[in-house]
């Protein structure tokens, strides 16, 4: 049977990989296909390397189930997104509640940057910058902050900026664009774009692969890191094709771009979804179903890989 990472090596890229959660690893049927390196090599912890995870009162660092989730990856040779750094959701109340002036919250995000999707999420939809804590006390200068400091701590690991809504070409696409220019012409270090890729079926913007090259063209790689399709349940046969051509879509757009590295599944399965939880009426957004048996999706994601 075809095999996702296997394919995606095939074409070229570094992994294919999916999310996981502290609390699935308990179902061992789950964990059984998890650890499946020909669909997976690549695993990104969806809650457990946050900030509120790993830094719950200032100073006081806990990587206890940020590292379960590392080591069921070093277990199986598979390799780890750090998600995330600096974010304005997840966040402890010491730090948003905190009054903090200028000069301590850099120091503050100076320490707890490590390393991974090192800033996620900055912009609002129109492109302007998102006022969270970080934005309204220190304007953008958190963002390079962050960079340095993830960069010193771990001069291997690749460092992104992560968002939503930037799939196709927009004003959102190239506020991020913007920025990451102005990063690399003060030499702050940026390595790549990722596009978290939360879709809704029968919605890929028809530019998804021209914007992953317009990123790649900036001199960064690119990743798609948070990969699901939503519809609006119940899923009929007709919505479940869809979101096979949909997944075939976007994973033929990475396999074409050669600076699209990997592409990361926000967990593979309905069972665990984010989806239904935040949008009520909807899911059915994974390549498996909740009893772990594949969908039409999953031959979409073959087929781009075999695009
Ligand atoms: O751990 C508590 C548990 O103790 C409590 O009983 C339960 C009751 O609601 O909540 C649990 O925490 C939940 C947590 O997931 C762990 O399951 C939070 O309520 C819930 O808000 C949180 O949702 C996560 C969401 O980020 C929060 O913003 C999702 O699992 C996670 O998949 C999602 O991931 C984000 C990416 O990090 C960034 N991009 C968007 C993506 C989807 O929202």
Redesign the pocket.
């Known amino acids: 049977a075809a095999q996702l990472n296997t394919l995606a090596q095939a074409a070229g890229k570094k992994y294919f990989g999916t999310?996981t959660?502290n609390?699935e690893l308990s179902n061992s049927s789950y964990v059984a296909q998890l650890s499946n390196t020909a669909d997976f090599h690549q695993l990104t912890a969806?809650?457990s390397m946050?900030w509120d995870a790993t830094e719950p009162n200032r100073g006081q660092f806990t990587f206890s189930a940020g590292d379960a989730i590392v080591a069921q990856a070093q277990a199986h040779g598979q390799l780890i997104r750090g998600?995330?750094c600096v974010?304005h959701?997840?966040l402890p109340s010491w730090v948003t509640a905190g009054n903090f002036n200028n000069a301590t919250l850099l120091s503050i995000v100076q320490t707890h940057c490590m390393s991974w999707d090192v800033i996620?999420?900055p912009f609002n939809d129109d492109g302007t910058f998102r006022q969270s804590v970080f934005f309204t006390t220190t304007g953008t200068s958190y963002i390079a902050t962050a960079l340095r400091a993830a960069r010193a701590a771990d001069p291997n690991a690749k460092l992104y900026i992560?968002d939503?809504n930037i799939e196709g070409t927009g004003a959102k696409s190239t506020a991020m664009a913007n920025l990451v220019k102005s990063l690399k012409a003060q030499g702050v270090p940026i390595d790549g774009i990722g596009i978290?890729a939360?879709m809704i079926v029968g919605e890929v913007p028809s530019t998804f692969q021209q914007n992953l090259q317009n990123f790649a063209n900036l001199g960064v790689e690119v990743a798609i890191t948070?990969l699901d399709v939503r519809m609006t349940l119940p899923a009929t046969p007709a919505l479940l094709a869809q979101q096979s051509k949909d997944y075939q879509t976007i994973i033929t757009a990475c396999k074409r771009v050669s600076a699209c590295v990997g592409v990361t599944l926000?967990?593979w399965t309905d069972k665990f979804s984010?989806v239904p939880?935040?949008f009520a009426g909807q899911g059915a957004a994974c390549p498996w179903d909740e009893n772990f048996v594949k969908k039409p999706a999953f031959q979409g994601i073959v087929n781009g890989w075999n695009a």
């Open positions: 999310a959660d609390p969806a809650n946050k998600h995330n974010w959701n997840q996620n999420e992560n939503f978290q939360h948070e926000w967990d984010w939880g935040t």
